[in-house]
């Protein structure tokens, strides 16, 4: 009986492994801890598990040999990672600079090949097409020392973004390249050829960004539900355009990559859905392809005698000296300080991603040999390194020189904002939380208050109990997008003083409301619910009616009424806009007249904004209807008004959500009251419930003696 289970076992572990549960469940070991082994001594997670894909390749301990399940997830994590190279591209970013960044971008494009073809040519010795391949190579970077410009709050500054769009064109025309090589590397680089590529190519584009996107946008309408849905399909667009990719002559990975940029602005960053992309992605597919690397790589060579070391100095000096050259032409052009081109070298001298696809694609098809592949393992590992110290020296430099985001002040804000999204009906709460975390402040520690004000009546207990249970499902749908959610239930006498309490226990910069229901015949006596939170509270509210997924939008529509700009909490509310704008890589037309125009300019110039921003003069705001030349279908209106009493309050914007709901019934609208200095309320018996009968009566007898202000 022994012997035979140490039959068993020894044959379980017999080396190369062949049971599939423990080949998966080493593999999982590995990319459990590897990056925290390795974190220890500062190398970078991605050559953390190429090295471990070393130690149990074929190479190393032979613990796993390639299989067809291994390239399967190989191939997988491959497509993956540029497709989130393509989704995580800041298109408002690109845009705002897209002169600059196009000039960069072939600057850091033709620099690094120029430098790199003579020297693999005539000095490595290698024939032309690998020439191309290698110094096609040098000139893909990754952006892997993003973070740090992030973490010292210069990720708008201007040679920060012109690199950032710089990525855009390096990429996408080394992939190009890479097509063309692999033409020729079978034969095939004729007249013929030339002309398949250019129509395939040309039917490639149409379909994935004139078909695809309008399925897209129909499929997450129709389907708003099924959030797993939503995965699924985003993973068959993939696939589905790395095949059309196959088909139309070019490689499989250009697919993926354009696949991201066609869904670039119906997938927000901060939304559930790129959430699990990048969790699975990163988890899983990503972490198996760079193991399967590692697989490839034969360390020996390396030792069988200097040409292997030569060629991994030779291939790593080439990269980092041709991407400081481009940085240094790139400093002269534009005039950018010595520190701005020190973060401009720091952020395109890393090389990961998309220089392992192109090195693999190319030992795939035999082009290049494992000398190269050797010698690309170890550039990135110092490329990478070189670009984190490079890009953190840098950074230090511009925050010292006072060239930052935003000032102190406003940074702090940011980080202690404190959101509170009361629930009262739970079909708002997935539209209400996903709004809420599109515009929260990415500084910001503090998770969102989720907020349900029970009434203080014989049925409390019950109703509490109940509460606490619809909010659960509330922490189950936030925890999709890893949004970190405060869950609060509280019993009041009045849901607007419960809900007034609250926002100030936890200090709360905005509420957000669903849009307020119809109200019945009490209601209209003792004064609406939404009315009563606003003249309770101080702090910044937002109404929101949205129907439709927010990623459908293609305009916002801000409508901003005389003087609104001198509301106290007009900069935070047009900050959440541009936020808004930002996840939805949309544009916004500001409604405005001329003063205020001139203070929004100011705050995008002040902030160093990158969505792009319209104006449109209007002066006739007593009548909602005259904004309909304004507003489009498809565009999110956004209409900045203000509590009774302010400086920029009308007596048209009595009741002006139940206005706006029938005149734009068909369209997502928010509805925001700036916040205003505290302790100012006309109410001062504010929790009683029947005070707002007495400010109706006033208002009725004020409208028959004061004229509209225009």
Same mark, same amino acid.
């Given at each position: ?92 970013? !690109? ?29 490595? &010795? ?28 210069? %990720? ?36 013929? !050829? ?38 699924? !399909? ?8 790395? !095949? ?47 193991? %399967? ?179 659960? %499902? ?186 706006? &709901? ?5 369209? %997502? ?42």
């Amino acid at each position: 009986m022994a012997k035979s289970i140490f039959d068993q076992l020894s044959h379980a572990f017999e080396i190369p492994l062949s049971n599939p549960v423990l080949i998966f469940a080493l593999i999982l070991f590995i990319i459990l801890l590897s990056p925290i082994l390795l974190r220890r001594i500062k190398i970078p997670g991605i050559i953390g598990l190429i090295l471990s894909g070393v130690a149990i390749g074929p190479h190393g301990l032979n613990l796993l040999e390639k299989s067809s399940a291994v390239d399967l997830f190989s191939t997988i994590g491959l497509l993956y990672i540029m497709f989130i190279a393509g989704l995580e591209l800041d298109m408002n970013e !690109f845009r705002k600079t897209r002169h600059k960044s196009l000039l960069f971008g072939f600057l850091t494009f033709a620099i690094p090949i120029g430098i790199g073809y003579p020297v693999c040519y005539y000095v490595l &010795g290698y024939d032309m097409l690998a020439s191309i391949m290698i110094s096609s190579m040098f000139a893909t970077h990754t952006l892997v020392a993003y973070p740090v410009v992030n973490s010292y709050g210069i %990720s708008k500054n201007e040679a920060v973004a012109i690199t950032i769009g710089g990525t855009i064109l390096t990429d996408t025309a080394v992939l190009i390249i890479l097509a063309v090589i692999i033409g020729a590397s079978q034969g095939q680089l004729d007249q013929q !050829f030339w002309l398949t590529l250019g129509i395939s190519f040309a039917i490639f584009l149409l379909i994935m960004f004139g078909i695809v996107p309008r399925v897209a946008k129909w499929f997450f309408q129709k389907v708003e539900g099924e959030k797993t849905a939503h995965y699924i !399909f985003v993973l068959s667009v993939v696939f589905f355009a790395a !095949f059309l990719a196959e088909i139309a002559g070019l490689e499989h990975i250009i697919g993926a990559f354009v696949a991201g940029l066609a869904l670039n602005k119906l997938i927000p960053h901060s939304s559930a859905l790129m959430n699990r992309i990048e969790f699975i992605g990163n988890a899983i597919f990503i972490p198996f392809f760079l193991i %399967s690397v590692g697989m490839i790589v034969d360390v020996s060579v390396l030792l069988n005698g200097p040409l292997a070391l030569i060629i991994a100095g030779t291939l790593t000096v080439v990269a980092i000296f041709s991407k400081w050259v481009a940085a240094w032409f790139t400093q002269l052009l534009f005039g950018y300080s010595s520190s701005q081109r020190q973060v401009i070298f720091g952020l395109s001298s890393a090389h990961a991603a998309a220089t392992l696809a192109v090195i693999m694609v190319g030992f795939r098809y035999e082009i290049i040999d494992e000398n190269v592949l050797n010698g690309t393992i170890v550039l990135i590992l110092v490329t990478c390194i070189v670009a984190t110290l490079a890009t953190e020296a840098a950074s230090k430099k511009v925050v010292l020189a006072g060239d930052q985001d935003a000032m102190p002040s406003e940074k702090n804000i940011a980080r202690e904002e404190q959101l509170v999204l009361p629930i009262a009906n739970l079909n708002n709460m997935e539209s209400l939380l996903d709004f809420a975390t599109l515009i929260k402040s990415k500084h910001s520690p503090h998770p969102i208050t989720v907020l349900t004000v029970v009434p203080n009546n014989e049925m409390a207990e019950q109703n509490l109990q109940r509460a606490r249970k619809n909010l659960d %499902s509330t922490a189950k749908y936030a925890s999709g997008s890893e949004t970190e959610v405060n869950m609060m239930a509280t019993i009041d006498h009045n849901i607007a003083s419960g809900i007034s309490r609250a926002a100030r226990e936890v200090m709360a910069d905005g509420i957000l409301l669903g849009w307020p229901s119809r109200p019945g015949i009490i209601e209209k006596m003792v004064g609406e619910k939404t009315e009563s939170i606003l003249n309770q509270t101080d702090t910044n509210l937002f109404m929101c009616h949205v129907d439709k997924p927010l990623v459908l939008q293609k305009r916002i529509v801000v409508c901003c009424p005389p003087l609104s700009e001198s509301e106290l909490g007009f900069d935070y509310c047009v900050e959440k806009i541009m936020r808004l704008s930002q996840e939805l890589t949309i544009p916004i037309q500001f409604v405005c007249d001329v003063r205020t125009k001139q203070a929004v300019s100011l705050y995008i110039e002040r902030n160093k904004n990158s969505t792009r921003v319209l104006f449109t003069d209007h002066n006739e705001w007593d009548d909602l209807a005259t904004l309909r030349s304004a507003i489009k279908d498809n565009d999110l209106i956004v209409f900045i008004s203000a509590r009774q009493g302010e400086v920029s309050y009308r007596h048209s914007f009595d009741g002006i959500a139940k206005k706006l &709901g029938k005149v734009y019934v068909q369209h %997502s609208r928010i509805l925001i009251f700036p916040s205003r200095r505290a302790g100012y309320s006309l109410d001062e018996y504010e929790d009683v419930s029947a005070a707002p009968i007495l400010q109706r009566i006033g208002r009725g007898i004020g409208n028959m003696f004061t004229k509209d202000r225009r």
